[in-house]
Structures are given as C-alpha cells and as structure tokens.
C-alpha cells in the first residue's frame, strides 16, 4: 500500500478514520476522507459495488449525525439501500438498518418521497 494513494485498504482506512474524525468533532474531515474513499472504490469496482453502498452509507451517518444536507444524507441511504439489495434479500439486516434511518430523518421536502428520491 506504500505510495498507492487509491488502493482498496487506504479505501477503507478513511472510511474508518472518517468516523474517528466525526465523533472528535471534525465532521467536515470526516466528510472529506469518506468522499476520498467512495471515489477510490468507485474507480475500482464501479459505482453499484457493495463497498460503495458501505461507504455511502457511511457517509450519510455523518451528514446526518452533523445535522446538515438531510437530502444528500437520504441519497446516500436510498443508494446504499438500492446497491445492497443487488446482493442481500431484502430482510437483511443491513437493509433494516438502512430503512430505520430513512425513517427517522427529518420529514421529506415538497416534491420528495419518503425514501429521498423525487417522484
């Protein structure tokens, strides 16, 4: 991994440092090692891999747990949700999850459907 800045690991090394970073505070670092992330995992194994929905996912707990962007935080979990249910049945767990944090944001814009997606 030395000297390869888009490796899969460094991949998920910021996804995790993302959230250390988020729960000192630093939300807009957070913001920026998970975007870093979804890139390089996006480049790798295109945008519909399960480790993207991960990081997506993990993103939207940030915006959301920073109280900021509820329509870009609803994206990320309507595309997590989408990814994983490629791969999941739809009782799975993480897609569970997944549908409780959608609920449990604030209620949908005009124009929106419950799920952050326009009809």
Same mark, same amino acid.
């Given at each position: 991994?030395?000297?390869?800045?888009? *490796?899969? /690991?460094? !991949?998920?090394?910021?996804?995790?440092? @993302?959230?250390?970073? *988020?729960? $000192?505070?630093? @939300?807009?670092?957070?913001? #920026? +090692?998970?975007?870093? &992330?979804?890139?390089?995992? #996006? +480049?790798?194994?295109? @945008? $519909?891999?399960?480790?993207? &929905?991960?990081?997506?996912?993990?993103? !939207?707990?940030?915006?959301?747990? @920073?109280?900021? =962007?509820?329509?870009?935080?609803? +994206?990320?979990?309507? #595309?997590?949700?989408?990814?994983?249910?490629?791969? *999941?049945?739809?009782?799975?767990?993480?897609? *569970?999850?997944?549908?409780? =944090?959608?609920?449990?944001?604030? /209620?949908?814009?005009?124009?929106? #459907?419950?799920?952050?997606?326009?009809?």
């Amino acid at each position: 991994m030395d000297g390869d800045r888009d *490796h899969p /690991d460094r !991949a998920c090394a910021q996804v995790r440092y @993302s959230h250390l970073l *988020h729960d $000192q505070g630093n @939300s807009e670092a957070a913001l #920026t +090692e998970v975007k870093n &992330a979804i890139r390089i995992y #996006t +480049e790798k194994y295109g @945008s $519909q891999h399960p480790y993207v &929905a991960e990081a997506r996912y993990r993103r !939207a707990l940030i915006r959301k747990g @920073s109280g900021v =962007e509820p329509l870009r935080w609803r +994206e990320d979990l309507t #595309t997590a949700r989408d990814i994983y249910l490629r791969v *999941h049945p739809a009782d799975h767990p993480l897609i *569970h999850r997944i549908e409780e =944090e959608l609920r449990d944001g604030p /209620d949908p814009e005009p124009g929106e #459907t419950g799920d952050g997606r326009h009809p």
